[in-house]
């Protein structure tokens, strides 16, 4: 609630900066002449202020946001624009020359895109600089290099300093300028070397055998380690960070790959209201993405966490544009929110 406040502020002040700077513009440094339009000024902001509210300018997480969540605030910008233009034009208590209040409106969108860009800088730099995350991908191909990807888009969660790989002709070289070292049964003295906070395995298609193999060359009391899932779970042949789970008992014994018969569970999925609960967990999340590719009349999304589950909600809407969706926060120990969920959007699964 804090942050929307001062976003609201921040924003109001830009609005009503932009206005003086478009007065003096205007009429240079004749005061008397500027006198006669700051209430005009004043009131072009308390009516962007409103319009900003109905937008829904607060109700995203900005440091998480894209850029279709900027294209909000061009469209709150328009709109109060417009919606000012109206009220001069009807109201002649208070003028406002078109001058003047084309250049607030350009120049308020701009302060506040920018604002946007630099809030979401700062936020990443700090979580980066607080603790950030030495990460160490073992498997220099598509899978390692597509985590290379993610965690690049998402500095925040952690820095990829270093590629392992067995093969002698990535070894020495460097892939988007990540050294490639190896072979993998050197991997903790790399670790030790490069000091490692994470050990990441990308090798979706590693047999049970090659999986021994890895794990005997890692000290896991020493460093964390996680894994993709195999292969065959990878439906849409992309690798996320929301992909990577821990080491578990199953990877150090071993165990055999299961067989899910897709078709039949999309037949059951499709057309159909489904609510997963934990939606913004490793979890539930993938269970999204997999019902996502099923065409489910509606997907309702329900979690406590809502950074995790507006990040679940944004790759959706990216790689599901048609997918109809909602999101729901809240706790479900919280029975009356969830009595209200369900009785809104009527979950049938």
Not at 124 to 145: P, Y
Not at 146 to 159: A, I, Q
Not at 315 to 343: N, Y
Request: charged fraction near 30%; hydrophobic fraction near 45%; charge should be positive.
């Amino acid at each position: 609630m804090l942050r929307k406040l001062i976003l609201f502020l921040i924003d109001i002040g830009l609005t009503l900066f932009s206005g003086i700077v478009s007065l003096f513009m205007r009429f240079g440094f004749d005061f008397e002449e500027m006198g006669k339009y700051d209430e005009s000024v004043i009131i072009y902001t308390l009516i962007s202020s409103i319009v900003y509210i109905l937008n829904g300018n607060y109700r995203i997480v900005w440091e998480y946001a894209s850029p279709r969540d900027m294209l909000f605030l061009v469209r709150g910008s328009i709109i109060s624009y417009l919606v000012n233009v109206t009220f001069f034009y009807f109201y002649r208590g208070s003028i406002l020359p078109r001058s003047v209040g084309f250049s607030t409106f350009l120049g308020s969108l701009i302060l506040l895109l920018l604002s946007r860009i630099t809030w979401q800088w700062i936020s990443n730099l700090r979580k980066g600089k607080a603790g950030e995350k030495r990460i160490l991908i073992i498997g220099a191909g598509d899978a390692g290099i597509m985590l290379l990807e993610e965690f690049e888009k998402r500095p925040h969660l952690g820095k990829v300093v270093a590629f392992m790989d067995d093969s002698k002709r990535k070894i020495g070289r460097r892939i988007r300028g990540v050294p490639v070292f190896g072979p993998i049964t050197e991997t903790m003295k790399i670790v030790e070397k490069e000091r490692i906070d994470e050990v990441i395995i990308a090798i979706p298609s590693a047999t049970k055998e090659e999986m021994e193999r890895i794990l005997k060359a890692i000290d896991l009391r020493k460093i964390r380690v996680r894994t993709l899932p195999g292969i065959y779970e990878l439906t849409d042949g992309r690798v996320r960070i929301g992909h990577l789970r821990d080491i578990s008992i199953e990877d150090l014994l071993g165990r055999e790959q299961v067989k899910v018969n897709l078709e039949e569970i999309g037949s059951y999925l499709k057309g159909r209201r489904v609510l997963v609960t934990g939606a913004g967990g490793s979890i539930g999340s993938e269970l999204c993405r997999q019902i996502a590719r099923m065409e489910p009349d509606l997907l309702i999304l329900l979690g406590h966490g809502e950074n995790s589950v507006y990040l679940i909600d944004e790759e959706l809407s990216e790689r599901f544009e048609g997918l109809k969706k909602v999101r729901v926060i809240a706790d479900i120990g919280d029975w009356e929110i969830v009595e209200f969920a369900f009785k809104k959007y009527r979950p049938e699964i």
